[in-house]
């Protein structure tokens, strides 16, 4: 077989192109009497550039190797590497047969109107991009006339590699959503789930694992129910969505988990949650996802959790103590806390946040910065991300990154 040509060798062929079609151009202003010519010579030419082109798309990616195990040594690779070295790997690295999917900040957006939008940030372009909208039959409501200086929940989940919409209240204080909705980021889009079991609710307790929602407790309209309070679900998001239903779990063994939104945190084989923020007293409960049973919170975990939580991929549990700007991991052996990085000044007053990849995501001062801490690197080096212009971050999950096709 003949060699192909070398990569010099076409910018070479390029550059006598580019010389040869001068040579035209300046004989066209020398022979304008010749238009057909003319036109012929910038149509061969136009034709040599696209076939370049065209070459350099079917080019392997690792001279030597098939393009299917390219990828795979390229995964092995930091995205921000690749995403530099040239274009062809940057189409791969955002293509979905790339076998590590590039992730993306998703968050939930507010403007001075207190209207809402989501949007996901990509790292590697420093760009917000927007979701398309939700199919919504009232805008969800943020704020109410009746509460000056509370906000009103809107829940999401991150169910990787989903989104998930799950509770919002309406102007007349009922729940928003009969049903939750599931955004796809390969194309997006978004999809309607199966219609919530006993009752929609304006705020749950709720958590994932391994693409299956869990749905706790929660408020349906003002009135209180004992029944819903106690209530405990499981929706598998992996089936055929032709066979999408909530499965009932042991109940808990109260109404404690009612009152506000919760978000549980899945490590070590348990979802585990607080039913109230901050430092003040408050309950833990722990389900045990194998043994479909509750467990008391251990203390040290329970007495720790101060602001804030999520756990990674790798089940650790990270929070950050919102009144003194500390980040924090939870050991289960020792049944303690072990700090990772304190910054008061950009950690203080956190109220959301994501982990994963070795980031841990923090929306703070008021919603006007996500600051990010890499806590696999040494340091616990920090950043911080700004949302788009007139926007407010409000929920924050980071998940694979928006693809529209091939880019």
């Not at 906000?151 to 919409?165: A, D, E, F, G, W």
Request: aromatic share 8%.
């Amino acid at each position: 077989m003949a060699a192909s040509a070398t990569p010099a060798a076409k910018r070479a062929k390029l550059i006598s192109n580019r010389k040869h079609h001068h040579h035209h151009s300046s004989s066209m202003n020398h022979h304008r009497n010749q238009p057909e010519q003319t036109t012929q010579e910038d149509h061969e030419q136009h034709s040599q550039s696209t076939d370049c082109e065209n070459k350099k798309k079917h080019e392997p990616l690792l001279p030597g190797l098939p393009d299917d195990l390219a990828r795979q040594c390229l995964s092995h690779l930091p995205p921000s590497l690749l995403f530099t070295v040239c274009h062809r790997w940057r189409r791969v690295l955002y293509s979905p047969s790339f076998p590590i999917p590039t992730l993306s900040v998703y968050s939930l957006l507010t403007d001075s109107d207190s209207s809402l939008s989501f949007a996901s940030y990509d790292p590697l372009t420093a760009r917000w991009d927007p979701l398309p909208p939700p199919p919504l039959s009232s805008p969800l409501l943020l704020k109410h006339p009746s509460f000056v200086s509370r906000l009103l929940p809107v829940q999401t989940l991150s169910s990787s590699p989903h989104l998930l919409l799950l509770s919002a209240s309406t102007l007349s204080l009922e729940p928003a959503l009969p049903c939750p909705l599931i955004f796809h980021s390969s194309p997006p889009s978004w999809q309607v789930g199966p219609a919530f079991p006993l009752s929609p609710r304006r705020w749950c307790a709720t958590g994932s694992i391994n693409g299956s929602v869990y749905l706790f407790s929660g408020v349906g309209s003002s009135k209180y129910d004992a029944s819903l309070a106690r209530s405990a679900f499981k929706w598998d998001t992996t089936k055929n969505s032709s066979h999408w239903e909530w499965d009932p779990l042991a109940p808990l063994k109260d109404g404690t988990f009612c009152r506000e939104e919760v978000e549980a945190v899945y490590s070590n084989g348990r979802l585990c949650m607080v039913n109230l923020r901050g430092r003040c007293p408050k309950n833990g409960a722990v389900y045990n996802v194998r043994m479909d049973q509750w467990e008391d919170m251990p203390t040290g975990l329970l007495s720790g959790w101060t602001g804030p939580a999520a756990a990674d991929e790798r089940g650790d549990i990270y929070v950050v103590d919102e009144a003194v700007g500390t980040l924090r991991v939870y050991q289960w052996r020792r049944d303690t806390w072990r700090t990772v990085v304190r910054d008061e000044d950009r950690l203080r007053g956190a109220t959301q946040m994501a982990a994963r990849g070795g980031k841990v995501c923090v929306v703070a001062a008021g919603g006007e910065a996500l600051v990010v801490v890499d806590v696999r690197g040494k340091g616990g080096r920090i950043w911080t991300v700004e949302p788009p212009r007139g926007k407010k971050m409000s929920n924050v999950h980071v998940l694979p990154r928006m693809i529209r096709g091939e880019s």
